[in-house]
């Protein structure tokens, strides 16, 4: 574990990012288009971003990263789980049509 408190899904501290991450893909419309949502500052994906910015150091100390779902089955499986599907539509990081990253 590098980052010392984890976001949990209450965290609202990533509108910037969120915002970003519309834009970039051509707006909210367009990101739920491929994400399934519109960017939420609890999902993944922009809790990611914010760490990668504010916490340089341990973004890049980070072997991996799971959510919650994951790692637990990663626990009782003794190697690393993937992220389901339907966890990953929730991260506004997996185009849902494709099931591509």
Excluded: H
Aim: glycine content about 6%; aromatic content about 12%; some cysteine.
């Amino acid at each position: 574990f590098v980052v010392e408190n984890s976001p949990i899904w209450m965290d609202s501290s990533t509108s910037s990012q969120c915002r970003f991450l519309e834009n970039t893909v051509g707006g909210p419309q367009k990101l739920a288009e491929i994400t399934g949502s519109t960017a939420y500052e609890r999902f993944t994906g922009n809790q990611i971003a914010k760490i990668y910015q504010t916490k340089r150091e341990s973004y890049n100390e980070c072997e991996r990263i799971s959510l919650v779902s994951s790692f637990l089955a990663s626990l009782f499986i003794g190697d690393y789980a993937p992220i389901d599907y339907s966890d990953g539509s929730g991260m506004n990081l997996l185009n849902i049509v494709k099931k591509d990253w």
